[in-house]
């Protein structure tokens, strides 16, 4: 044989083998190429040559990054305490006022609408017992950013109630004000300002700060507009917070009260508002 027929014939036999190594090639890479259809990932089935190692389609779907998610939030504590708060922090001339065992439809609405009239948030501790007349009351004073806690079902003497008893007041009020308001409530206070440590660890357990006062208008005891509004605009200071009452009686002089001593607090530099919440 010639040397250039020689030649020849090995070049054409080293192009067959190229081609038939590309050829396999080319059926293993087809076992991994996925499409998207409307019943989910479809694997094609390998072309003809060597086996090619089965794929789940899953192995395809792109899987969440989980380090770039926002992290879990901690469960929320409330931590138990032994005496309630007379005051609140805050900056400056800060106040806050509170009204309890409402709400009444005779009162509640003329306090709403002077808050109303001067932009002024105020917190009502209602009775459960009271809400289930007044949810429309509720209602507008979660439109209104007014701050509803929790003031038992009853009004009960809670040093004088089992612990069963202290938690069904406490726990029904708030199942009614979520209900009413919608939000349970984050704050409570004793009737009377009777406080014990099965209420502070049942309130706790229930997601509930406790709240008392610094300043007693005394409004319950009819002393006059002129009394009430006295005592408030004599005991204003920063971190004060009011106790009058928009419901229990004839609370006509609160109402009245309130348009006289709101002004001036105002005019003297006071910012009445709602505290806020610190978790544990």
Known sequence: MKKDQLLTRLLTRRRALIAGAGAVGAAATA?????????????????????????????????????????????????????????????????????????????????????????VRAMFFVCGEMVAGGRKLLARMADEGHVVGNHTWSHPLLTRLTRRRIRSEMERTSDVIEDAYGERPEWFRAPYGAWNRAAFQIGAELGMEPLGWTVDTLDWTTPGVRSIANRVEHGAAPGVVVLSHDAGGDRSQSVRALRRYLPELLDSGYHVTVPRRHYA
């Open 31 to 119: 076992g991994v190429i996925t499409t998207v259809s409307g019943d989910g990932p479809v694997t094609s089935a390998p072309a003809a040559g060597p086996r090619a190692r089965p794929v789940k389609p899953s192995a395809y779907r792109l899987q969440p990054e989980t380090g770039y998610g926002p992290p879990r939030a901690a469960p929320r504590r409330t931590l138990v305490r032994r005496e309630a708060p007379l005051k609140v922090s805050g900056r400056g001339r800060t106040m806050v006022l509170t009204f309890d065992d409402g709400p009444d439809p005779r009162f509640t609405p003329d306090i709403l609408d002077t808050l109303a009239e001067y932009d």
